[in-house]
């Protein structure tokens, strides 16, 4: 199981948000590239970069964070945040991410995420699949839509889409636990597709049960800068 560590970025800085409210934010680090040679150094091997100013803005922000990584570390990022045209799309793949993670343009603009599937390949893409009560959240998820989370994986799976992050919302930043009744559905449903869990991981108990899920990996964040799990427990999981 893939363990990724993840990096949000607000004004060029580490910081995390609780629930995706951007009212609830704590800076972590001023160096985001600090952090991700911390994480390389501990033998991670994936990093997930997040630019939450590109999401609000519907443009990517933080190219230049992405690039410094990418350059100076060996880490595989995947990277999202603003990504909604080709220029953006470009953008991230120029600055050196191996895939980018694809939210808000998966619901708007679903022939031109068809289109990248068939342009870039599905190793680089990535739908990220964010929702409250298993209902679609898009823009920096500061708008909740009507759209079914099953059926957008569907649609998509249909595309010949094959990787999915999927973040339940209401427990982001919480630090209660992963949503593991939704992952076994989804893992269930969609045995083809590589999940990877995202937010409110608490502590190794819950990298423990994404691994028991056979879940292709999990995304870490605010457990790790909180200490409630180090890097060393890390370890056992890393493919």
Known sequence: MRIIPAIDLIDGKCVRLTKGDYDQKKIYNENPLEVAKEFEAAGIKHLHLVDLDGSKAREIKNAAVLE???????????FGGGIRSDRD??????????????????LENKNLFGEWLQKFGSEKIILSADSTNRKIAING?????????????????AMGNQYMVC???????MLQGIAVDLYEDLMREFPKQKIVASGGVKDITDVKAAAALKMD?????????????????????AD
């Open 167 to 173: 973040t339940d919302i209401s427990k982001d930043g």
């Open 89 to 106: 799309i470009n953008i991230a793949f120029d600055a050196g991410a191996a895939q980018v993670n694809l939210g808000s343009v998966a």
């Open 141 to 157: 998820w500061q708008e909740e839509s009507q759209v079914d989370l099953f059926d957008l994986i569907k649609e998509y799976e």
């Open 217 to 237: 990996g999990i995304i870490i964040g605010k457990a790790i800068y909180e200490n409630k799990i180090s890097l060393k427990q890390l370890e056992a999981y």
């Open 68 to 78: 410094s990584i990418t350059a100076h570390t060996g880490l595989i990022v995947d």
